[in-house]
């Protein structure tokens, strides 16, 4: 069984600070890694993808991925109230075409 | 705007009803899927489509039933062998990728189903 592992949370941390959100996989061969940002009641949208070992960033967001150690994290810098949601990590399932396997979510809360 | 529209926000089923949700995309993507989301779970898979004409049991396709007639659409049938539909229903789409590679999937609004 193919499994994606994340820390339900909640994660809390203050105005400003780094916030550091992991994600373990069980697939060694997973090529495709995605971090999807979800505020309660609302669907999921996209904060990044990685595809390479190494760091990733975008404005305020880092990704980073390490498939030896079949892991792959996001850092939030100068974390904002408006931070405050579940964050869902997805890797892609190479068992089925174009398939993703999610894990269930940390929530992160951002209190000023 | 492109984009994926679902239908409708909220809805209520009675006990024994089957009930359809609609998903609809005008991005142009090959691929669509159908997860179902529990509170304070993450998404699992129902059924997702690759192509036209053909779709793919996902992880929890027992009581659902959906048809690609057309690339832009991928409904979804909440049939009454589903004994506990009550959940948050998402559709997305993406580019078919091949070589072990999936490309990223983007989310409709979501459908929010009551069994009352």
């Known amino acids: 069984q193919k499994e994606v592992e994340q820390n339900s949370g909640p994660l809390s941390v203050p105005e400003g600070a780094i916030a550091s959100l992991n994600c373990t996989y069980s697939d060694r061969g997973s090529q495709s890694f995605f971090w999807y940002r979800q505020y309660s009641g609302k669907s999921p949208e996209l904060i990044m993808s990685i595809y390479s070992n190494g760091d990733k960033e975008d404005g305020r967001f880092t990704a980073q991925l390490n498939k030896a150690s079949q892991y792959v994290s996001l850092l939030i810098r100068d974390s904002q109230p408006s931070d405050s949601a579940t964050y869902l990590c997805?890797?892609?399932?190479?068992?089925?075409?174009?398939?993703?396997?999610f894990g269930a979510g940390t929530r992160l809360a951002v209190h000023p | 705007d492109g984009g994926i529209t679902q239908s409708p926000k909220y809805l209520f089923r009675k006990e024994g009803q089957n009930v359809t949700l609609s998903c609809e995309q005008n991005?142009?993507?090959?691929?669509m899927y159908w997860y179902r989301q529990d509170p304070g779970q993450g998404l699992r898979l129902i059924y997702y489509?690759?192509?036209?004409?053909?779709?793919q049991k996902g992880d929890i396709a027992e009581g659902y039933s959906v048809s690609r007639e057309k690339k832009e659409s991928f409904p979804l049938t909440v049939t009454s062998a589903q004994k506990n539909p009550t959940a948050f229903y998402l559709c997305?789409?993406?580019?078919?990728?091949?070589?072990?590679?999936?490309?990223?999937?983007?989310f409709g609004p979501g459908t929010r189903l009551t069994v009352l």
């Open positions: 997805a890797v892609n399932d190479r068992g089925g075409y174009n398939k993703l396997i």
């Open positions: 997305a789409s993406s580019t078919a990728l091949g070589g072990g590679s999936t490309d990223t999937q983007y």
């Open positions: 991005l142009n993507h090959d691929a």
């Open positions: 489509s690759q192509i036209v004409n053909d779709f």
